[in-house]
């Protein structure tokens, strides 16, 4: 056990959740899903239909293209797929989506998109291919169909006002026909969890029905049994299968107060500055867009209390999004004992003097908060295992967290066996890209089932 500054423990004793903390969060969540699927208004977390019936089984054949809007990254794939028994190969470009673009106007987002397609596609010598596409946007949206979504709100720093409520397969749709001399259909509208799903259904089998991406945000989706979606009318808007995706949207829990008890000072700094006050609390606790951000205020109070550096101070700390979430990782990622990760990143926050005792704590610091965020995250998923009330079942995680974060699926996995009942066999399996691939895979699934 690590002896550290008692300044620091009990900065840290308020980011430790014990048992009954999480079980309390978990409950809450089953609460508000239930209430989710009952009702359209009036829960903190939405369980919005997603109008996709099926999850991919394996056979699907063919070449297929996904769009995939994930924060600040724009990643464009082509995905070929060669039947059972075959693992898909893929070509990726990514793109970034410039800041002024999050918060500037509709038009200039689509135009944006659609001139990276052209470009993709120009790359691959498909401009003729007409291939279908799949569109992943990965925030909140109401479906009407799987190939049109109304956005709810924005997340994950957009703002772009003149899109709300509206259909951005439509939006999408006007921006390929001014800019494009070629043909493209979008097949299919999800969101990202939605392709994280699907992806790992295709790789891990059917025994997988639940999607968890811990990315910018934190969000699932699940396969639930159409007749449980109480809320939704299947005759009225002409769905006749017997399952639905639903996506949870949980990033919203704690809108109504439910994680008032936990937030410490940091995490209401970390929200009083960004673009959606009071909300999408999830994504604020457990998301690699916030994380960093709580790291740097915490080690920002720990110089003012001069424990860290010797209270020498350090400007570069004062500076929001100073610390991103990459340092957690790399941090976390050596030896314990060794820093020389550490040793670097108090360089580049050109701090004069530093030694191991600072590296301790700043390790300490990243683990904690990082520990916080996958403990609320495996709470919500196990509130989803205790829902689906199933013995046996694979998890699709994916994001930048799963993929890049050294600890993280180990921590996230040790949190979950504590909280879920032993009866339950669950397993996290993770699928890189999955998103994305997911998206071309659904587009598929959509041409197979003629949706
Ligand atoms: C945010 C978005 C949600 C998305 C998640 C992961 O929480 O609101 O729709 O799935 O981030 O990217």
Known sequence: MKVLPPEVEEILAKFRLNREQLQEISEKVEQQMKMGLAKTQGSSIAMLPSYVPALPDGTETGKYVAIDLSGKNLRIMLLTMNG??????HETVNYIVANHVMKGTGDQLFTFIVNCLQRFLQEFGLVD???????VFSYPCELLSIRSARLLWWTKG???????????????????????????SIKAVMNDTVGQLAAAAHKYGP????????????NSSYLEKTSRITKFDA???GYDHDNMIVVTEWEEFGKHGELDDILTQFDREVDAASVHKGKQ?????????????VVRRVLSQLVLDRVLFEGQSCEKLDEDESFPTKYISEILGEEEGVFKACRRICEELEVEMHGTGDYIIIREVCDVISRRGASIVAAAISALLRHLELSSVKIGVGGALIQFHPTYHQMLKEKLEELTPITMKF???PAD??????????AAVAERLKL
Do not use: W
């Open 427 to 429: 397993e996290l399996v």
């Open 84 to 89: 059972a028994g075959t693992t898909p190969t």
């Open 129 to 135: 291919a007409n291939l279908p596409i799949g569109f």
């Open 158 to 184: 957009f703002d772009i006002k003149d899109c709300l409520q509206r259909d951005i397969v439509a939006l999408l749709e006007e921006a390929l026909e001014m800019n494009m001399s070629t043909k493209v």
């Open 281 to 293: 609390l999830i994504d604020k606790l457990c998301g690699a867009l916030y994380i960093g951000e």
């Open 235 to 237: 005759k009225a808007r």
């Open 433 to 442: 890209e999955g998103s994305c691939q997911g998206a071309a895979l659904i």
């Open 207 to 218: 025994e997988c029905t639940i999607g968890v991406v811990i990315g910018y945000g934190c």
